[in-house]
């Protein structure tokens, strides 16, 4: 008998149905975001990455063009298994006969081989404004600025990024989900500090009172608490943009590097739930700070998906991943993180739920403990591989693909 029927076997007794468990991880969307291959670096010049996001190493082979990057992103995306979207940002911009890229100017014709690559690949788009690496932004404030005309020009930027958002929705026949987050804050201690959270909220407001069909875009907002150069303040905090959403009807966003470290975005999520039609994340992982390193399977990475799965909202949550490592081989640190959340959502959807709320509903805490304890131990390996399977990538076999990337195209660049 094969390592896969021992292992159904034992998965069916605890009451786990496996075949409807591959179906639903299958379904679940996760946004790929296209700026691991390149460092963030887009392609609009070579301003460097400011605003309080870094990447760190020089391992060889970075897509230096938008061609070589949505490459590297057709070998991500046949190593990964389940529903994949991919996650845009405006820096990733392409120009149009040889004409300079304005941010604030931007239309969906910047980003027509993006779309025609959506289509192709059947494959919908999520998109982000920039409101970083850009001389307009280079005292470190965007929306808040206090300078009208700076302001101006990133809600210029913000318009015109919903415009092509929807776009985007129109033509993949589904909702593109569109992320804001700006770097804005103070290094040092700020006397006022409600001027210019007060002026983001305005900014905002602009921004979305352009009217955008939600069948085709929706907006969200991602809060932090602070950034490298922004550590004394930073305007669009968490309880900034959770009253903001709760009273203009966006959706927050939570990214898992941009809290108190001793804090967890998995614990967040039923909160703002009950509250909210929708969320979204930012799945990272954040070293000591907001470092972005490569996701991987650890204690909140499972708990994410067993909030999801447990709570269903498989359709409610959108999981968006958010890291960025250049130490490593790209496609194997873009490839890892979402092979990790694609395991965190199966071993969630795999999990018996029902035995572990029967012992929390009766209040035998110790059974609750131990079956936790316990359901550490069930086969997922042989799980996993069939479900890679079943999805039609790779399953151990992997890295052989990408090391094989790395001597045929990486290396050649
Ligand atoms: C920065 C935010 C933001 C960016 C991306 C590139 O701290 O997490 O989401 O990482 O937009
Ligand atoms: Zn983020």
Redesign the pocket.
């Known amino acids: 008998m094969s390592m896969f029927s021992e292992a159904e076997k034992i998965y069916r007794a605890l009451g786990v149905d496996v075949d409807a468990a591959f179906r639903r991880a299958a379904e679940i969307p996760v946004s790929i ?1 296209c ?1 691991q291959g390149d460092d ?1 670096n887009g392609f609009e010049n070579d301003n460097g990455l400011d ?3 870094a990447v760190t190493g020089n391992y060889p082979g970075r897509a230096r063009n938008a061609a070589e990057l949505r490459n590297d992103i057709d070998k991500v995306m046949s190593l990964v298994p389940g529903t994949k979207r991919l996650n845009i ?1 405006a820096i990733y911009a392409e120009a149009v006969n040889g004409s300079k890229i304005e941010r604030n100017a931007l239309t969906v014709d910047n980003f027509k081989n993006w779309m025609d690559w959506s289509k192709a690949n059947n494959v919908a788009l999520d998109f ?1 404004p920039t409101f970083f690496a850009h001389p307009m932004a280079g005292d470190g404030f965007t929306l808040s600025n206090a300078d009208a005309a700076v302001r101006k020009y990133w809600i210029e930027h913000g318009i015109a990024c919903r415009k092509i958002a929807a776009e985007f929705g129109k033509a993949q026949g589904s909702t593109c989900i569109t ?1 804001f ?1 700006a ?1 804005d804050g103070f290094k040092d201690t700020p006397v006022d500090r409600e001027a210019p959270r007060r002026r983001l909220m305005e900014s905002l407001d602009e921004i979305f009172a352009v009217p955008v069909d939600e069948k085709y875009n929706k907006d969200a907002v ?1 809060c ?1 608490l602070f ?1 490298i150069g922004a550590e004394s303040c930073t305007i669009g905090s968490h309880e900034f943009y959770m009253g903001y959403c709760m009273k203009n009807n966006k959706l927050v966003c939570l ?1 898992a ?2 809290f108190h470290p001793t804090e967890v975005i998995s614990d967040k999520i039923s909160s703002v739930m009950l509250f909210a039609d929708e969320l979204l994340l ?1 799945v ?1 992982r954040g070293v000591r700070w ?1 470092s ?1 390193h490569v996701v991987t399977l650890n204690d909140e990475l499972y708990a994410i998906a067993q909030e999801i799965i447990r709570n269903n909202y498989d359709k409610r949550v959108h999981i968006g991943l ?1 890291y ?1 490592d250049a130490s490593i081989n790209r496609i194997a640190a873009w490839s890892i993180g979402a092979r990790a959340m694609q395991k965190a959502l199966l071993a969630a959807a795999l999990e018996p739920t029902q035995l572990l709320r029967e012992a929390e509903e009766s209040g035998d805490y110790s059974s609750r403990l131990a079956l936790l304890e316990d359901f550490k131990n069930l086969p997922f390996a042989p799980m996993w591989e069939a479900y890679c399977e079943y999805c039609r990538v790779p399953g151990a076999g992997w890295l052989k693909q990408v090391k094989e990337y790395e001597n045929t195209v990486l290396s050649k660049r």
Do not use: A, Q, T
């Open positions: 975001h700026w963030v605003g309080g996001i940002h982000n992320n987050w770097p991602e932090k950034g990214d590097g941009h930012h990272s907001d972005d958010d960025f």
